[in-house]
């Protein structure tokens, strides 16, 4: 091992970096880890590095190279790769993982009236089924392509960078980054006549106001539940849904 022993976090949501802000007050030596897949990402206090490991393998000897102490898996709630990745490395290391995630929508007062569905085409399954309208398309840049049944019919997709291969003809690209607000949302929905609305279950208030705008307007809600958690040699990771939680299990695991 090189280095003092410290905190690995991994992801670059706003939770990721409010637990660097919060460990670096208290004096814990912090390194946070981004996918790199955002052009000009926000970034935490602390040292930050940039781009995957190689898998697990390439992971578990980055925790051993750096003297990792404990890691924080605080990536995207449908960042399936990475979380696999911790739990599989944490799991051959034996360095603590625990996982930061926020609460879902599924206990949100609206959730009842929103049709949910397991994967990508399910849910592009379903938009054909309850409107030949327009769509609104806020599921990501890596899921773009899963929606292509939807090619012949008017869609914007919101996106925070361009995504990787060109929109069908019919459908509009529109770059932007939360938050947002439910004016702003319902004027945008009126204008471009959205018949639906299509979301993952990120959960957090950042991107909530769609959702709101959506159901004031009628205008039917596509939510794509999360995925299962990665499993490792003794189960999930244990999960903790506030910073505050996060950084209380981190200062028990790594000295400051």
Known sequence: MIGSVGVLILGGTGEA???ARSLVDAGITVTSSLAGRVADPALPVGEVRIGGFGGPAGLARYLNEHGIGAVVDATHPFARNISASAVAATDETGVPLIRLERPGWADHPLASTWHWDDS????AARLTELTS???FLTTGRSSVTDFAVLAGRPVLVRLVDPPGTPLP???QLLLARGPYTVKGERDLMAQHRIAALATKDSGGSMTEAKLL???????PIVVIRRPAPAVGHDGPADTVRTVADAAAWVSRHVPR
């Open 17 to 19: 970096r409010a637990l």
């Open 120 to 123: 990508n085409d399910a849910a």
């Open 133 to 135: 309208g327009p769509v």
């Open 169 to 171: 003809g019919a459908w």
């Open 213 to 219: 705008a959506a159901d004031s307007l009628g205008v």
